[in-house]
Each structure stands twice: as C-alpha cells, then as structure tokens.
C-alpha cells in the first residue's frame, strides 16, 4: 500500500512540530511547503536525518512551489502571521485573508481530494476562507481549535484532581477566541461529571471557574510567556489527532469548527462543535440541546464568529 502524502502549507513552528510528528508516527510522507526559501528544505532535512535514530520511514521534502502538493491525502494550512503579545487573533484578519486566498487555489489546483485541517487565526474565519477559496466540499475542510482548547481544559482538571490526563474528557464549544465556551456539565473525570465532582468535595465552584477561565485564556497565556509566537506543541498534535482519526478512518469524536447549514441554528459559517471525522471527512455533526448559560454562551461566540466573517465579506466579496 502507497504511503499517505500530507502536505505542511506554512513550515513555521506549527509547520516543523507536525512534520516530526508526522515521521514520529508514521502516518505518511511529508511535504513542507513556505514561502521563504530554505526554511521548509531545512527543516524537512532535519527531520529526515532524525529518522534513522528515531525509526521512521518517510519522505520529507521541503518546496517553495505549489506543484509538490500534487495528490496529498492531507493538507494542513498554518501559513500566516502568528499572533506578537497585545494582539488579538482578530488583527490578523486581513493579513491571513489573504494567505488563504493563495493557499485555497493552490490546494483546489494541486490536492483537491484532500482533506484539509486550518490552524491559521483568527481560526473560525479563516477557515471558512479556505472553504470559499479552495472550493473544495465542506465536510473536507475544518478547522482545528475545539481539540487544543479542550486539551488545555483536560490538562488543567487533571492537574487539579492528580489523575491521568486520560482519564479526563472535556467538552468546549463556540469560536476559538475569548468567547469560547467550556462545558462543565459534559466534562468528566472517567465518567463523572465535573458538577458531581464538586459535590463530592474534590473541588470547589470557583477553582472550575478558574481553570475555564485559565482554558478560555489557555493561548493568550502561552503568548505572553514566549513573547516572540505562539503555542506550537500542543496545536500541533491537536491537528495530528484530527488527520489522523481522516487516515485511518477512526471516526473519533472530535470538537472541531466544521462548517453549519442549520445545526445549532447558523447557517454557512464555521463553528466549534462535536463532529465524527472518518475516512469521508466530517462524517456527522453531533448537535447537543444546549440550554441557560451554555446556550447563551454559545450565541454569543456566534456573534462574534460572525463579525469576522462578516469582515472577511467586506475586505473579500468575491469569496
Ligand atoms: O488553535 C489554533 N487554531 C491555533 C492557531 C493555535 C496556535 C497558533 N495558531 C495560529 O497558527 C497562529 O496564530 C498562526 O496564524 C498559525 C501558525 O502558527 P505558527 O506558530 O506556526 O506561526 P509561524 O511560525 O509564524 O509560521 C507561519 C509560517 C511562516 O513560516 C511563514 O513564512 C509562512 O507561514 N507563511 C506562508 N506560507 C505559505 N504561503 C504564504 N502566503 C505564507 N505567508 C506566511
């Protein structure tokens, strides 16, 4: 059987984590592709000396041209500008716009079978951006934030309770901003639910408070610490995750920002919400009654989606 081809749009931090992902776990051969010359050859010579040490099998190239794309089973776009300390994800907006015009018709040109995962910010209008651009079905594109921003949630209740990180599930829904919205209610430690677990006396209202505060602040957090980027690792894996669960058809269920037509009430945009990813792409969107705070919660970071996209129409009327 034929290695799977994944192609790396954007070869920076996120770009270079998920190549030696990639190889660590033997899901296909790689393309890095940039814009700057030498960074994506450089960093996939890396990676490939490591492989012998490491005990991989795969090609890796890096290129400045849209042809090496050609036939990727996976393209993961995180070209772009990343975030410097004070800046919102929102003042990327126009710069990245623009990169997702470039990326879109290089992808519909070159891999337009694949299945493609967004990491570039503000992440919920770029994404929907690469959709219009590209042109490819909308069930093969989806953005990645839902599994980085519940993974920091996980992180952060595992630390407070002393458990296994795998033994904590958590649930986050909406946009990939500050109006994220973590859901206690269907956030577990082996099955049980946070609510319950305050009862039970192993935390208080207000520490999961704090921790869904720290989680919706998990990014910004990370930016101030680094001052020079943003978070790398754990984007990354978060994505490989997602491509993953594509490859080998593994239908997880995975908060991903996946295009609407009606679900949850939005129509043609991208949101934060459960969805299957097979081997067909977004194979189900898995709608949850929402009610109260959660509901509230979840409109409002619609609201906010929608002004970016809304944005994007401005600046882009012809995506
Ligand atoms: O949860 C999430 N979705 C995110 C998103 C979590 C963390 C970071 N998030 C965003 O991912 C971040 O705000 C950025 O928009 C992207 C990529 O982050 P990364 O840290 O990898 O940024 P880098 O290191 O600056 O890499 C971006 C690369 C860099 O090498 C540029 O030269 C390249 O993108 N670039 C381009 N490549 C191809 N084509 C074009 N036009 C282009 N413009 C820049």
């Known amino acids: 059987m034929a290695r799977n081809k994944i192609a790396l749009i954007g070869s920076g931090q996120i770009g270079g984590t998920l190549a030696h992902l990639v190889g660590l776990k033997e899901l296909g051969d790689v393309v890095m592709f940039d814009i700057v010359e030498g960074v994506p050859q ?4 890396d990676i490939a000396q490591s492989s012998p040490i490491s005990g991989f099998d ?4 890096g290129t400045n041209s849209y042809e090496a794309l050609d036939g990727a089973d996976v393209c993961i776009v995180t070209a772009g500008v990343p975030r410097k300390p004070g800046m919102s994800r929102d003042d990327l907006l126009s710069i990245n716009l623009k990169v997702m015009e470039q990326v879109g018709a290089g992808i519909a040109k070159y891999a337009p ?3 493609v995962i967004c990491i570039t910010n503000p992440l919920d209008a770029m994404v929907w951006a690469l959709q219009k651009s590209s042109k490819l079905p909308a069930k093969k594109v989806v953005g990645m934030a839902g599994v ?3 993974a920091r949630f996980r992180y952060f209740l595992a630390d407070e309770f002393n458990v296994s990180v795998e033994d904590v599930s958590a649930f986050v829904l909406g946009g990939h901003g500050d109006s994220m919205v973590p859901l206690v209610r269907y956030s577990t430690v082996a099955g049980i639910p946070l609510p ?3 009862k039970m006396g ?3 209202q207000g520490r999961i408070d704090e921790i869904v505060n720290r989680t919706r602040n998990g990014g910004a957090e990370i930016v101030n610490l680094l001052k020079t980027g943003s978070a790398f690792y754990a984007p990354a894996a978060s994505a490989i995750a997602m491509a993953e669960s594509y490859l080998r ?3 997880r269920v995975l908060p991903c920002a996946a295009y609407l037509s009606g679900e949850y009430g939005v129509k043609d945009m991208y949101v934060g919400v459960p969805v299957v990813i097979g ?3 977004v194979e189900r969107i898995v709608e949850i009654e929402l009610s109260g705070k959660d509901r509230e919660g979840f409109d409002k970071s619609v609201v906010a989606v929608q002004t970016l996209v809304d944005a994007c129409k401005k600046i882009a009327p012809d995506l």
């Open 196 to 198: 319950d677990l305050v």
């Open 113 to 115: 079978d694949a299945f």
């Open 42 to 45: 450089g960093k996939s010579l």
């Open 279 to 281: 081997s067909k792409g």
């Open 148 to 150: 980085l921003d519940s």
């Open 58 to 61: 795969a090609v890796m190239k």
């Open 249 to 251: 058809d593994k239908k």
């Open 202 to 204: 192993w935390t208080s």
